[in-house]
């Protein structure tokens, strides 16, 4: 309906949209717009983000955004110029890390369904094609992420201003969460936020070995509506974390990175990719986003079963 709109990411709620709908979606670096910083919840997750059809449009709109007086403390590296002009300039090759490891994988079983890898192989042929480097990225992950990121994920349901007696209008994940919010303690709290801290130093010293780290930008193709209506709210939360197991660290660690689209399915549906790039590198992002942008044209469906 509209060119370009701002969303907001605190798990991935600009990059999932943007790739189950065949839109650019750009979650900036924490502390790079303004508002929604990066510094307003708990955990530091949240950021304020483009979503668009082009690369260009994205970067444009980012524009716009970070052009507001900055009052944060934290806050990320000023471009050498216009994220408009990285786009539209698309330079540079770089080392790519691929990687299809998941935090949320010792947990759950994470597995990618036919369209997710078919896109994700697209993308690394893609970017092979545009002359960069990509190899594979040997990565671990704390295993004590996903306990830790539920637990701060979800502490702010513990003061939601519920009016009394309308907790029963709570879906089940909610409620499940919120119950489990009240029950924890200051220090169960103050543990989950440093062993995410601790997450953040260990996977950003993994992924500076290259220059971008490059995974699927879902695990699935978009759900059904009522997919994740469940009368259990576990069932729900694992179901959320299969579908999307590589959004939420990025968020964890205040990364910048772009979900762009690479196929779309024989039943129409948009799947994609996601790049990590380095702090304060949204630039590079788009230039490499907009390189590949012809290789996922109108005309370039890449059917896949």
């Given at each position: 309906?509209?060119?370009?709109?701002?969303?907001?990411d605190?798990?991935?709620?600009?990059?999932?949209?943007?790739?189950?709908?065949?839109?650019?979606?750009?979650k900036?670096?924490?502390?790079?717009?303004?508002?929604?910083?990066?510094?307003?919840?708990?955990?530091?997750?949240?950021?304020?983000?483009?979503?668009a059809?082009?690369?260009?449009?994205?970067?444009?709109?980012?524009?716009?955004?970070?052009?507001?007086?900055?009052?944060?403390?934290?806050?990320?590296?000023?471009?050498?110029?216009?994220?408009?002009?990285?786009?539209?300039?698309?330079?540079?090759?770089?080392?790519?890390?691929?990687?299809?490891?998941?935090?949320?994988?010792?947990?759950?079983?994470?597995a990618?369904?036919?369209?997710?890898?078919?896109?994700?192989?697209?993308?690394?042929?893609a970017?092979?094609?545009?002359g960069?480097?990509?190899?594979?990225?040997s990565?671990?992950?704390?295993?004590?992420?996903?306990?830790?990121?539920?637990t701060?994920?979800?502490?702010?349901?513990?003061?939601?201003?519920?009016?009394?007696?309308?907790e029963r209008?709570?879906?089940p994940?909610?409620?499940?969460?919120?119950e489990?919010?009240?029950?924890?303690?200051?220090?169960d709290?103050?543990?989950?936020?440093?062993?995410?801290?601790?997450?953040?130093?260990?996977?950003?010293?993994?992924?500076?070995?290259?220059?971008?780290?490059?995974?699927?930008?879902?695990?699935?193709?978009?759900?059904?509506?009522?997919?994740?209506?469940?009368?259990?709210?576990?069932?729900?939360?694992?179901?959320q974390?299969?579908?999307?197991?590589?959004?939420?660290?990025?968020?964890?660690?205040?990364?910048?990175?772009?979900?762009?689209?690479?196929?779309?399915?024989?039943?129409?549906?948009?799947?994609?990719?996601?790049?990590?790039?380095?702090?304060?590198?949204?630039?590079?992002?788009?230039s490499?986003?907009?390189?590949?942008?012809?290789?996922?044209?109108?005309?370039?469906?890449?059917?896949v079963?």
């Amino acid at each position: 309906m509209i060119p370009f709109a701002p969303g907001s990411d605190g798990g991935g709620s600009v990059r999932i949209p943007a790739s189950a709908t065949g839109l650019i979606g750009l979650k900036p670096n924490r502390g790079r717009i303004p508002s929604l910083s990066g510094q307003a919840d708990l955990g530091q997750f949240v950021v304020a983000g483009p979503l668009a059809r082009t690369t260009a449009d994205a970067a444009l709109l980012l524009d716009a955004m970070v052009d507001a007086p900055n009052f944060r403390a934290t806050s990320a590296v000023p471009p050498s110029s216009s994220f408009l002009d990285a786009a539209l300039q698309a330079e540079g090759t770089f080392r790519i890390g691929a990687s299809t490891l998941s935090p949320f994988a010792s947990a759950f079983d994470i597995a990618l369904d036919p369209a997710a890898r078919a896109a994700y192989e697209k993308g690394i042929e893609a970017l092979i094609a545009a002359g960069h480097d990509v190899v594979e990225a040997s990565i671990t992950y704390d295993s004590r992420y996903h306990q830790a990121f539920q637990t701060v994920w979800t502490a702010a349901l513990a003061t939601a201003p519920i009016p009394p007696g309308n907790e029963r209008l709570l879906t089940p994940l909610a409620a499940t969460m919120r119950e489990r919010a009240l029950s924890r303690s200051a220090a169960d709290l103050v543990a989950a936020i440093d062993i995410l801290r601790q997450f953040e130093q260990e996977t950003i010293t993994q992924y500076s070995a290259h220059d971008f780290i490059l995974t699927p930008a879902l695990g699935q193709t978009p759900r059904p509506i009522g997919w994740y209506t469940s009368e259990d709210g576990d069932t729900d939360y694992l179901r959320q974390c299969q579908y999307s197991p590589f959004t939420s660290m990025v968020n964890v660690c205040g990364l910048p990175a772009i979900a762009l689209p690479t196929l779309t399915t024989e039943a129409g549906l948009s799947m994609g990719i996601q790049l990590i790039g380095r702090p304060s590198g949204e630039a590079q992002l788009l230039s490499v986003a907009a390189q590949l942008e012809s290789a996922w044209g109108p005309d370039d469906t890449g059917l896949v079963e």
